[in-house]
């Protein structure tokens, strides 16, 4: 079991760096990043020309529901268009960090969008 889920997260990885081939932030448009694990989702704005983290949000925040399900993702990335327009940040760039494009990751990419981030 241990190795299939090490077989199944590899997969993960390589296809993760072939998006990060064509998927590339700069300050005008910075890259949104995902990462979920077991217990809990990340999401940060990065611009990848300077290598900065620009806006960083994730379940870890209090004020936030615990878990990575989709309603602790809408909440995430409801908190990440907020920040993001404090900082005068209005387009990004998506990477769904090699995970498909459903559930967990799909409800915090349009929760994104609701809150104002354009991709």
């Given at each position: 079991m241990a190795q299939l889920i090490r077989e199944r997260e590899?997969?993960?990885?390589?296809?993760?760096?072939r998006i990060r081939q064509k998927v590339?932030?700069?300050?005008?448009?910075?890259?949104?990043?995902?990462?979920k694990s077991a217990r809990h989702l990340y999401a940060q704005l990065i611009d990848d020309l300077s290598g900065h983290t620009l806006v960083y949000v994730s379940t870890?925040?209090?004020?936030?529901?615990?878990?990575?399900n989709i309603e602790a993702a809408k909440s995430v990335g409801k908190l990440l268009a907020e920040r993001a327009r404090?900082?005068?940040?209005?387009?990004?760039?998506?990477d769904?960090?090699?995970?498909?494009?459903h559930g967990v990751v799909k409800a915090?990419?349009?929760s994104a969008?609701?809150?104002g981030l354009v991709f």
């Open positions: 590899a997969q993960r990885v390589k296809r993760h760096r590339v932030g700069t300050l005008d448009h910075p890259r949104l990043s995902v990462y870890l925040d209090k004020a936030l529901g615990k878990g990575c404090k900082e005068g940040i209005k387009k990004v760039v998506f769904r960090g090699g995970y498909p494009y915090l990419a349009e969008r609701e809150g």
